[in-house]
Structure formats: structure tokens, C-alpha cells
T-cell receptor, first 114, second 113 residues
Framework: AQSVTQLDSQVPVFEEAPVELRCNYSSSVSVYLFWYVQYPNQGLQLLLKYLSGSTLVESINGFEAEFNKSQTSFHLRKPSVHISDTAEYFCAVSDASGTYKYIFGTGTRLKVLA | GAVVSQHPSWVICKSGTSVKIECRSLDFQATTMFWYRQFPKQSLMLMATSNEGSKATYEQGVEKDKFLINHASLTLSTLTVTSAHPEDSSFYIC?????????FGQGTRLTVV
């Protein structure tokens, strides 16, 4: 079984400042890792994913995350945030068998301040 | 990418009635679909795995007689909340696995009054 921990429930940050949203996971098997964003009253949008290969993955809107197997982490970072990045961010894990049956973290609410 | 359509996007029902939520994979087949529930300001909790042509698999603590799941075809899974009560009010969202990720429906906000 897998579990995901997002230690920060809320992260306030000023516009154009950098941000890091932390995600740690636990699993006895190989995993795939994902970051999703959820805007109010909407569904989930995939930000980025790690399946294999390069441990640094990037999204088209400036986010990146690095898979660190030794620290069992998959932290999300952005060097300069915008007001429009205000949303709920969920880290998720699935086993690497390809079922894509996700276990989600508790979420981090990113609030970008003007 | 692949599209999963969920309907309705929101529903209000009276306590004691049943509500059906549909989840369709529009451009791919899904022998498995997943149903999640999200309470306000909380995370998404996996409720059950819907299996085409066989019984659903429910997570611990989820009442299978209350949350009926049917996966009658390779593109459609339904979740019926039976005898709904106000505590069932929540955001329900389905997903279907693709080749490299799961694809999510838009979600259904259920309000039981």
C-alpha cells in the first residue's frame, strides 16, 4: 500500500516569489508520482508526472518537480508565481503496475498575494 | 489527451432519494474506472474500483449497498447514491486509466437537502 504526505496545508506567497510545495510518499513497491491542480469547484488538472527516466520533470506553465527516491519525495517548485496560480495542489501516487489507481495527499492550498 | 465525461456536474436532491452519476470515457475504452469522494476542503478519497462486467471493489469503510456501482460497458460506469442523506453531500469524481496517467471527469457536486 502507498501513502502520501503533504505537510503544508496552506502556503501563502507573494506574486513573483518562488514557491515549493512538499510531497513525501511511502511505498513498498515502485511508484508513479503526480501533481494535480484543482481550481474552486472544478475537477483535477494534471500538472506533471514522473513515471521513469529523468528525475526532474517540468510542466508547460513553469512548474517543476524532482523525484528523489532516497528521500521518497516529489516536491513541486515554481521560480516565480502568478496570481493565477492560486489553487489547491494535490500530490498523488500509484503503484508502477499501470493501474493508475491513485492515493492522494491531503492537498496544499497555494495562495498568491499581490 | 483522452476525455472522461461525468454527468451531472451538480445535483440537488431530497433526503431519502437516490441519485445516479455517470462517468463516460469518450474516446477510449476503460475496463476499470475509479470513483473518489472529496469532502469540502479535504482530499480525494478512493471509494471503489469499477470493473467492467464484474462486481466493483469497495475500499474499507465504504458501504457497497449505499453506493451502487455498475460498469455495464467499456465506456460507462455509474455510481448511484441510494437513500441519500445530508452527510452524503460531497464532490464525487471518477477517473479512467490511460497509458501513462488517469483521466478525470469534471466531478459532480451532490447536495442532499
Amino acid at each position: 500500500a502507498q501513502s502520501v504526505t503533504q505537510l503544508d496545508s496552506q502556503v501563502p506567497v507573494f506574486e513573483e516569489a518562488p514557491v515549493e510545495l512538499r510531497c513525501n510518499y511511502s511505498s513498498s513497491v515502485s511508484v508513479y508520482l503526480f501533481w494535480y491542480v484543482q481550481y474552486p469547484n472544478q475537477g483535477l488538472q494534471l500538472l506533471l508526472k514522473y513515471l521513469s527516466g529523468s528525475t526532474l520533470v517540468e510542466s508547460i506553465n513553469g512548474f517543476e518537480a524532482e523525484f528523489n527516491k532516497s528521500q521518497t519525495s516529489f516536491h513541486l517548485r515554481k521560480p516565480s508565481v502568478h496570481i493565477s496560480d492560486t489553487a489547491e495542489y494535490f500530490c498523488a501516487v500509484s503503484d508502477a503496475s499501470g493501474t493508475y489507481k491513485y492515493i492522494f495527499g491531503t492537498g496544499t492550498r497555494l495562495k498568491v498575494l499581490a | 489527451g483522452a476525455v472522461v465525461s461525468q454527468h451531472p456536474s451538480w445535483v440537488i436532491c431530497k433526503s431519502g432519494t437516490s441519485v445516479k452519476i455517470e462517468c463516460r470515457s469518450l474516446d477510449f475504452q476503460a475496463t476499470t474506472m475509479f470513483w473518489y469522494r472529496q469532502f469540502p476542503k479535504q482530499s480525494l478519497m478512493l471509494m471503489a474500483t469499477s470493473n467492467e462486467g464484474s462486481k466493483a471493489t469497495y475500499e474499507q469503510g465504504v458501504e457497497k449497498d449505499k453506493f451502487l456501482i455498475n460498469h455495464a460497458s467499456l465506456t460507462l460506469s455509474t455510481l448511484t447514491v441510494t437513500s441519500a442523506h445530508p452527510e452524503d453531500s460531497s464532490f464525487y469524481i471518477c477517473s479512467a486509466p490511460g497509458n501513462t496517467e488517469a483521466f478525470f471527469g469534471q466531478g459532480t457536486r451532490l447536495t442532499v437537502v
